[in-house]
Every structure is written in structure tokens, then in C-alpha cells.
């Protein structure tokens, strides 16, 4: 049974840092992307960065550019979300999601396995 398990949410100022991290259990992250999500209180779900295997690129969404960095530790199969400069429109649940089928990496509906979130709230 595959598991992600998200880890290092909080609250911080604006300015401030947080890592995230992802870790898997039961899940081969070998030819494949994982990405972070985000959804905030009555706002959609929105992608935030994702990293895939294959093609060794990261991917991240405008709104976070040059803020975030996503990497991974295929030893400890996990992937982690480095956050600067956080904002306080930041402030969202964040989710680990893995097993993409195919499609865009922004696109939710195509990751087969989710996690169940780490808050981050931002405060100005």
C-alpha cells in the first residue's frame, strides 16, 4: 500500500522559511514525477512544483518562482519543498502527490497517490 507522508508545516512570518518534506512507503519513485500542491481556504487546488525522474527537471508554478525549490533523496525516498520568502498568500494546506499517469504536471486528477497535507501559514 503506497503511503506519502508530509511533514514541516507551521506557521512563520512573511519573509520567512519552511521545508516540507514527503516521505514514501510502499512507492518506487523511480520513473515518475512527484509535485507539491496547495489549496486555501475556498480557492482551488493550485500546483506548486513538481520533479520527475525522467526527464530530471523541476517544475514549479509562477506564483512561487525563485522562491521555492523542490528536490528529492532517492536514498530515503523522499521529496522535499524548500520555501523562501514566504508571503502571506503562501498560507494554504500543501500536498504530497505521486503517480503521475501521463498529462500535464499541474493537472491533480492524473496523480494516482495523495498525502493528507501539512499546513503553512504565513502571517504578515
Known amino acids: 500500500q503506497v503511503q506519502l507522508v508530509e511533514s514541516g508545516g507551521g506557521s512563520v512570518q512573511a519573509g520567512g522559511s519552511l521545508r516540507l518534506s514527503c516521505a514514501t512507503s510502499g512507492y518506487t519513485y523511480s520513473r515518475d514525477c512527484m509535485a507539491w500542491f496547495r489549496q486555501a481556504p475556498g480557492k482551488e487546488r493550485e500546483a506548486v512544483a513538481a520533479?520527475?525522474?525522467?526527464?530530471?527537471?523541476?517544475y514549479y508554478g509562477d506564483s512561487v518562482k525563485g522562491r521555492f525549490t523542490i528536490s528529492q533523496d532517492n536514498g530515503k525516498n523522499t521529496v522535499s519543498l524548500q520555501m523562501n520568502s514566504l508571503k502571506p498568500e503562501d498560507t494554504a494546506m500543501y500536498y504530497c502527490a505521486a503517480g503521475l499517469r501521463g498529462g500535464r504536471w499541474y493537472e491533480g486528477f492524473r496523480y494516482n497517490y495523495w498525502g493528507q497535507g501539512t499546513q503553512v501559514t504565513v502571517s504578515s
Open positions: 520533479i520527475c525522474t525522467g526527464s530530471r527537471s523541476t
